[in-house]
Structure formats: structure tokens, C-alpha cells
Nanobody, 118 residues
Framework: QVQLVESGGGLVQPGGSLRLSCAASGSRFTYYVMGWYRQAPGKQRELVATINSEDSTNYADSVKDRFAISRDNAKATVTLQMNSLKPEDTAVYYC????????????WGKGTLVTVSS
């Protein structure tokens, strides 16, 4: 079992930056691919970025060159640095942990709201 707690959401103006953090506990952190997903009102949840224990990353095309995902295996945290934010980035952002091998071991945080508006 993995517990995930997100923090760092809020209101930001277009062009601004926010940093989301996710603290994980309960299982060996390096066994999990960590990711950020988001769900905008009326839309399906979508991938934002993932990172494995070797720091190999994957990004949605819509956030490439603006967002950066990183992890600290010693602290069991994953961070999403979001720059050049756009109104269409407004969503609830969820932290995810998926086991490297047993992919049905898939855990979610409760989410943190990011609102990009002037």
C-alpha cells in the first residue's frame, strides 16, 4: 500500500509558475514509476508526466518544454515544476504511483487544484 499526499496547488496568473509536490509513504519508493495526471472540468483524466527510479521521464505534448518532473528517492517525493502556465492547464492534479512490475498496484493521491486565471 502506498499513501500519496499532494501539495502546492493554487491560483496563478497566465504565464506564472507553480510547483507541486507529492510525498509518498508505505512502500519502497524506488519500486514505483511516479506520475502526475490532471483532470479538467468535464474532461477525462490525462497524463501530464511520469518518471521512473532512474529519472527517465515522459511528458504529454501539451506540457513539454514548460513542465519538469523530478523525484527524490531518498525523501520519497516527486515534484512537478510548472512554468509558463496557461488557462488550459487549469485542472485538479493527481499524483500517481504505479509498481514497476505489478502494474495493478496503482495508487492515487486526492489531488490538488491548479487554477490559471487573470
Amino acid at each position: 500500500q502506498v499513501q500519496l499526499v499532494e501539495s502546492g496547488g493554487g491560483l496563478v496568473q497566465p504565464g506564472g509558475s507553480l510547483r507541486l509536490s507529492c510525498a509518498a509513504s508505505g512502500s519502497r519508493f524506488t519500486y514505483y514509476v511516479m506520475g502526475w495526471y490532471r483532470q479538467a472540468p468535464g474532461k477525462q483524466r490525462e497524463l501530464v508526466a511520469t518518471i521512473n527510479s532512474e529519472d527517465s521521464t515522459n511528458y504529454a505534448d501539451s506540457v513539454k518544454d514548460r513542465f519538469a518532473i523530478s523525484r527524490d528517492n531518498a525523501k520519497a517525493t516527486v515534484t512537478l515544476q510548472m512554468n509558463s502556465l496557461k488557462p488550459e492547464d487549469t485542472a485538479v492534479y493527481y499524483c500517481n504511483a504505479r509498481h514497476l512490475i505489478f502494474t495493478d498496484l496503482d495508487y492515487w493521491g486526492k489531488g490538488t487544484l491548479v487554477t490559471v486565471s487573470s
